[in-house]
């Protein structure tokens, strides 16, 4: 997604956190952030999203800047099972907009 | 919440054969997508599908694609004559609730021969 700027990969030791980046400068005020993973060729799996206030839940936080031009996807106890592509979207709420994908970040977990 | 199904997990075609590609979201559920990625590239937006009529779709979503939901439980995906570059990963998803993600289904691997 155009939208957004992430790094192609990462690496990150199996039991620290990852601390994913996603730049979005564009961003308006009415647009969330969401952010999805896919591991290997599953479908892609919601894994949290905000608009401006930092948000956590049993998968990961999101940390989103005062100013919403970037936001940090944190896994604070990665796994092996956590290596995946992390997308980052920026999109307004409400079904009748389409969530649109861009290449993500490729994170490995290391032992 | 309930998983998204897709059927079936893996079809082989002839180029130019029709295929049709099934999902069983949620009925009380309005809106669904299909998406598709292509071997090692991203996930690629088809088509919207609310209140069972096509919302919005992409430029891939040609004249050779169609949507429909014929029973009010499935929702199909058809594609009305294969070609080797519609080979693909093909994902079913329906709108969660409120202001939350998507709900994908595990996909079907569509190959063209």
């Known amino acids: 997604d155009a939208k957004t700027t992430q790094p192609t990969s990462m690496d990150c030791a199996e039991g620290r956190a990852a601390n994913l980046p996603c730049n979005h400068s564009?961003?308006?005020?009415?647009?969330?952030v969401y952010w999805y993973r896919q591991i290997h060729s599953q479908g892609p799996q919601y894994i949290i999203h905000?608009?401006?206030n930092n948000e956590t839940n049993e998968m990961a936080s999101l940390i989103i800047t005062e100013d919403r031009k970037s936001s940090t996807l944190i896994l604070p106890h990665a796994t092996l099972r956590d290596t995946a592509v992390y997308y980052c979207i920026v999109r307004v709420a409400g079904e009748n907009n389409d969530m649109r994908f861009g290449a993500g970040t490729r994170l490995t977990v290391k032992p | 919440e309930p998983e998204v199904t897709q059927t079936p997990s893996h079809q082989v075609t002839q180029m130019g054969q029709e295929v049709i590609l099934r999902c069983v979201p949620i009925?009380?559920?309005?809106?669904f997508y299909w998406y598709r990625q292509i071997l090692g590239q991203k996930v690629e937006f088809l088509v919207s599908f609310y209140n069972n009529e096509i919302s919005e779709k992409s430029e891939i979503f040609d004249d050779q694609f169609s949507v429909e939901r014929p029973d009010g439980s499935n929702f199909t995906l058809k594609i009305r004559s294969t070609k080797l570059e519609d080979s693909a990963m093909y994902f079913c998803a329906r709108g969660g609730s409120g202001y939350y993600g998507y709900t994908f289904g595990s996909g079907t691997r569509l190959t063209v021969v």
């Open positions: 905000g608009l401006k």
């Open positions: 009925s009380n559920h309005l809106y």
């Open positions: 564009t961003i308006s005020g009415n647009e969330y």
